[in-house]
């Protein structure tokens, strides 16, 4: 039912920082595709599954704004919120916080569904249709 919305924590670790001890700015993108791989997953349907359905989901948009560092050894919360039904595309928007509870950047994803075989667009499964209607 939408919207919907899952949280997952992860800590920062070491490689994933510059010598000032920051977040490099693309990892942020790595933590907004683990949340977004780990919500599909907690609503019992994976990556592995969709693709072994025949559907694969490339990515056709991200973006990122920083309103305040991330360092080594936070942890981070990174909520991911999907509020309109699935098309011809899935838009996941992203909220990544400190524990401290301030917002360290926000931004959305938009992925594509592919039919596997032909590598055109398709329609979103059902199974995930029925997941992300309105209330």
Request: charged share 35%; hydrophobic share 35%; aromatic share 12%.
């Given at each position: 039912m939408?919207?919907?919305?899952?949280?997952?924590k992860v800590?920062?670790r070491?490689?994933?920082t510059?010598?000032?001890?920051?977040?490099?700015?693309?990892?942020y993108?790595r933590?907004f595709?683990?949340?977004?791989?780990?919500?599909?997953?907690?609503?019992?349907?994976?990556y592995?599954?969709m693709e072994r359905?025949?559907?694969?989901?490339?990515?056709?948009?991200?973006?990122?704004?920083?309103?305040r560092?991330?360092?080594?050894d936070?942890?981070?919360?990174?909520?991911?919120?999907?509020a309109?039904?699935?098309t011809a595309?899935?838009?996941?928007e992203?909220?990544?916080?400190?524990?401290?509870?301030?917002k360290?950047?926000?931004g959305h994803t938009?992925?594509?569904f592919v039919d596997a075989?032909?590598r055109r667009?398709?329609?979103?499964?059902?199974?995930?249709?029925?997941?992300?209607?309105?209330?």
């Amino acid at each position: 039912m939408l919207p919907f919305e899952y949280e997952m924590k992860v800590r920062v670790r070491y490689a994933e920082t510059d010598r000032m001890g920051v977040v490099w700015h693309g990892d942020y993108l790595r933590y907004f595709e683990d949340a977004r791989t780990e919500a599909l997953r907690a609503c019992g349907w994976s990556y592995r599954d969709m693709e072994r359905d025949g559907i694969m989901l490339p990515l056709t948009e991200a973006h990122i704004e920083y309103h305040r560092p991330a360092t080594y050894d936070d942890i981070l919360t990174v909520k991911v919120r999907v509020a309109e039904p699935p098309t011809a595309r899935l838009r996941f928007e992203y909220e990544i916080r400190n524990e401290a509870g301030e917002k360290l950047a926000t931004g959305h994803t938009v992925l594509g569904f592919v039919d596997a075989a032909t590598r055109r667009p398709c329609r979103p499964p059902q199974r995930l249709r029925d997941l992300f209607r309105p209330a």
